[in-house]
């Protein structure tokens, strides 16, 4: 399967506990892109990675979210002491140029309870 | 005032019918405009880019209107597959791509 990963696919945790998500693009797109999305909305831009660095991060994101792309291939994406507030689900997505169409993963959904 | 707007629906329509769903962004730096669908807790697919002349693939037209900063999307003889949650993008360049809250589309035999 030649398209982008998400792993895992559900992750249910409680209140106060780290979770870390991973994504694997496609291999040959050099842009990668997390996303969230809540029941009723569009998916809501979080950060941007061009290869390994990460050059844009939402006004959005607090302190407790962090990514990280280390060798421009795979990225994680991590919250700390998550809250409910975070309940989402998390789409991470690739290209290959700004203006072209993005390919996502099946995303990855996380409950806080 | 979202920067993407779109009439979240949902749309009824039968099998056969022709659909049009309207959207409209805000950012007049925007360059780049997409539609995408999303079927119920799937990730979103790209369904077609937009271009200023208009394009079409298959039962699907988009169309552009930099001056209303307007976009659309026509189908015809709407199939049961099509029902989805239809997404408006617009893209102002590199990162900054903006998700429309989307349309539901219901066709029904």
């Known amino acids: 399967d030649t398209g982008v990963s998400q792993n895992p696919r559900h992750k249910i945790t409680k209140r106060g506990q780290n979770v870390t998500f991973r994504c694997d693009p496609i291999?040959?797109?050099?842009?990668l892109y997390w996303y969230r999305q809540t029941l009723g909305q569009g998916p809501e831009f979080l950060t941007y990675?061009?290869?390994?660095?990460?050059?844009?991060k939402s006004r959005l994101l607090s302190d407790r979210f962090s990514a990280e792309r280390p060798k421009g291939s795979f990225s994680t994406l991590e919250i700390q002491r998550t809250e409910q507030g975070d309940s989402a689900m998390y789409l991470c997505a690739s290209s290959s140029q700004s203006n072209y169409g993005y390919t996502f993963g099946s995303g990855t959904r996380l409950t806080v309870v | 005032r979202k920067e993407v707007e779109q009439d979240p629906g949902p749309f009824n329509v039968p099998e056969g019918a022709t659909v049009a769903f309207n959207c409209t962004y805000s950012?007049?730096?925007?360059?780049?405009f997409f539609w995408y669908r999303q079927d119920c807790r799937k990730e979103p697919k790209l369904l077609m880019s937009?271009?200023?002349s208009g394009n079409e693939d298959g039962r699907f037209t988009a169309q552009l209107n930099r001056a209303s900063q307007y976009i659309s999307l026509l189908i015809r003889d709407s199939k049961l597959s099509d029902s989805a949650t239809y997404l408006c993008?617009?893209?102002?360049?590199?990162?900054?791509?903006?998700f429309g809250a989307g349309t539901r589309l219901f066709v029904k035999a």
């Open positions: 993008v617009a893209n102002t360049g590199g990162f900054k791509t903006i």
């Open positions: 990675f061009q290869n390994e660095a990460q050059l844009e």
């Open positions: 291999s040959e797109h050099n842009r």
């Open positions: 950012n007049s730096a925007s360059q780049s």
């Open positions: 937009v271009y200023s």
